[in-house]
Structures are given as C-alpha cells and as structure tokens.
C-alpha cells in the first residue's frame, strides 16, 4: 500500500492548510455527531485537525502518521493530552492491536494519497467496532487534478460515483455523501490546474477568513450540486443486520 510520500511538498501544504481553522470546523460540523468514544484519525500530518477532535467529547484519540518529517511536530502537539495518542505508522502497521476497538476511523485529505483505497477501507473495517463509521474527506472532480496534486503524492480526485462505489464495496452502508465547498472551484481552477501555483499560508487564510463563513453558512441549508471536495460518513453495519440499500 503506497502512502503519502516524505517531499517537502506534502509538509509545505499541511503547513499552508494550519491557517484554515474555519475550514477545519466546517469539516469537523459534519463529522462531530459521528465521533463516538474511541477515534482514529489516519494521516494525522502535523495535528491541525487532531487538536480539534480533541476538543470534542471523546475519550482517546489515536493519531497516525507515517511521515518522518511530520511526526515529530503531531507528537508534540498532542502530548499535553493524556487521550491522544501519536502513531509514527500507516493503520496496516497497528491495525490487529486496535481490531474491533474503534468507534470511529477519519481520513481528512489523505484517502487520495493511498493507491489501493479498497484495501484501505477493509482495514477500516476491522479496527471499527459494529456500527462504528468512517469519515472520509477528498479532493473531488477529476478534471481538477493539478500539478500541486500529483507534487503533494494524490493518486486521485473522486466524483461521487466511484466514492460510493469503493466504500459500499467495502461492506459500508453510506449515512452521508456530498459535495463539499463549490466556490472553492473556481479558485482552485485557475491558481493550480491552470497557473499551476502552488499554496501558501496567506492564500489559504484570505480564503478561510473571507469565504469559508459565508460558504459554510449557504451549504448548511443548500447542499451543492458539486464542489471542490468530498465528504463521507459511512457505517460499518451492526452485527446480524444487513445494510440499507441506499
């Protein structure tokens, strides 16, 4: 299973993406109800998005993250925290230690850096308790695929179709899956699939303090019909029950 590579780049960008607070709990509103007790967050990078799980109601966070000029910084970051726990690893590595113990399993941006998804979410399913879910967040539209996306190591960029279709067949019943932030388009079009830019700290927070709110605000009540990400929450079904056919 290829993971995240260790260039400069994906360290460049999960640095870049630091300044997105309302971003991230745009992302985390969705998540939240999901949570339960017991979370893993794969691809943990430098703990952004760690910090803010641990400021929900969970009892233990397991973080983990295979990139050796990340790492360092998560443990850090998460060592104040008697919850929270830093793995230096992919989820196969540890996977048999936490087999049936998880409520939850999150990839925040890091699903299109793994090649073989499907066996990625079979290792999701048995960390995961019954009825335990998995959420999933991804770039999305093919046709937006960028230099910056194969820099940062993205095999892919989903559509719908084929998201539904690789969780379902991992024996998910899908709760939620929808596009994620539309005017994030536009934006993304021209400055890295046709200027082929790259990110930067200020980009990343004029965007987040401008445009995030009000986006956050449109999409709660109106849900796009496309967007630049993709966001799933899918449940691995209760022992003895079928999935609902969706």
């Keep these: 299973m290829t993971q995240p590579s260790q260039s400069h780049y994906y360290a460049h960008d999960l640095e870049a993406m630091s300044a997105a607070g309302n971003y991230h709990r745009w992302i985390l509103e969705e998540f939240a109800p999901f949570l339960g007790n017991r979370v893993v ?3 943990a990078g430098s703990g952004a998005f760690s910090e ?3 400021g929900q109601s969970i009892q233990s966070l397991a973080a983990f993250e295979p990139s050796d000029n990340l790492f360092p ?3 850090a970051n998460l060592g104040g925290d008697r919850r929270a726990r830093a793995f230096h690893a992919i989820l196969e590595d540890r996977v048999e230690e936490i087999r049936g113990q998880c409520d939850c399993v999150l990839y925040v941006n890091v699903l299109e850096h793994v090649e073989d998804a499907p066996r990625e979410l ?3 399913q048995t960390a995961l308790v019954a009825g335990g879910h998995v959420c999933i967040f991804v770039p999305a539209l093919t046709w937006l695929y960028s230099e910056l996306d194969r820099k940062l190591g993205h095999f892919r960029r989903y559509h719908r179709a084929p998201l539904r279709q690789v969780v379902e067949h991992a024996g998910f019943e899908i709760i939620k899956l929808k ?3 539309l005017p994030g388009i536009l934006p993304w079009y021209l400055a890295f699939t046709l200027l082929r830019g790259s990110f930067s700290r200020g980009k990343v927070s004029l965007y987040d303090r401008l445009i995030v ?8 009540r109106w849900p796009p019909p496309v967007g630049k990400n993709l966001l799933c929450v899918a449940r691995k079904p209760p022992v003895g029950t079928p999935p609902n056919e969706q």
């Design 41 to 43: 967050e794969v691809g």
């Design 52 to 54: 803010l799980l641990l």
């Design 73 to 75: 910084t998560l443990a």
């Design 122 to 124: 079979e290792l999701v």
């Design 179 to 181: 596009y994620f932030d």
């Design 213 to 220: 709110p009000l986006a956050r605000s449109v999409e709660r």
